[in-house]
């Protein structure tokens, strides 16, 4: 079975600093790994991904993410955080086997603080 | 590139009554999913089409809830008879193929409040 977990219901930060949304795994096999972005009254919108090959991958606004094997992680990072960056993150998974959908874990809310 | 459309946007019935979502993928996808996503949880898969067949439906609650994709585009779902537990937000998404690598995209989704 897959899943995800997302160990911080909340995470704060002021404005400039960086900012870390954290995410960990578990599948079988090598993992497909995804990040969304929600804000209030809007769908999920595609952030980034990770597929078998480069551990650090760069997605969309200025997010990047980092693939860590040996501690089946894949946290959100960016350098400088921006007041509209504040939303609902989610993490999801793709195993390499079996169901081939999304798997989602639990959510964390950023809040940017000016 | 015109999103995935979903309608309507919030909905309110009383339990035991029945009701419908409809949503329509961006064009040329062929796999599209419906996710239940409760108050404070992530998105969970409901079902999954791939065209006009169903891949998975192992997570829908077949005794209520239906869902169908006509003509390998356009798809509807379904809940009848509605229970206090179904409110939720009804995500639907779809993806250009079945690839293991390639996202969905999200439509706003339709707010289903259960009283």
């Known amino acids: 079975a897959q899943s995800v977990a997302q160990p911080e219901d909340q995470v704060n930060v002021a404005e400039g600093n960086p900012l870390t949304v954290k995410c960990t795994y578990s599948?079988?096999?090598?993992?497909?790994l995804f990040w969304y972005v929600q804000y209030p009254n809007r769908g999920l919108q595609f952030l980034l991904k990770?597929?078998?090959?480069?551990?650090l991958v760069k997605g969309s606004y200025g997010f990047e993410a980092e693939f860590n094997k040996s501690q089946t992680s894949f946290h959100l990072k960016k350098p400088s955080a921006l007041v509209s960056d504040s939303a609902l993150y989610f993490c999801?998974?793709?195993?390499?086997?079996?169901?081939?959908?999304?798997?989602f874990g639990t959510g964390t809310r950023l809040t940017v603080i000016p | 590139e015109a999103g995935v459309a979903q309608s309507p946007r919030y909905k309110i019935i009383e339990k035991r009554q029945s009701v419908a979502f409809w949503c329509n993928p961006i064009s040329g996808h062929a796999t599209l999913y419906w996710y239940q996503q409760i108050l404070g949880q992530g998105p969970k898969l409901l079902i999954q089409?791939?065209?006009?067949?169903?891949?998975?439906d192992s997570q829908l609650p077949k005794d209520r809830f239906s869902a169908e994709r006509l003509k390998g585009v356009d798809s509807t779902l379904k809940i009848q008879p509605a229970k206090l537990e179904d409110s939720a937000v009804y995500l639907c998404?779809?993806?250009?193929?079945?690839?293991?690598?390639?996202?969905?995209?999200f439509g706003q989704g339709t707010r289903l409040t259960v009283v």
């Open positions: 089409f791939q065209n006009n067949g169903v891949v998975d």
């Open positions: 998404a779809s993806s250009p193929q079945q690839g293991r690598g390639t996202e969905a995209f």
């Open positions: 999801a998974v793709k195993g390499w086997t079996g169901a081939n959908n999304l798997f």
């Open positions: 599948v079988s096999g090598n993992p497909y």
């Open positions: 990770y597929i078998p090959g480069d551990n």
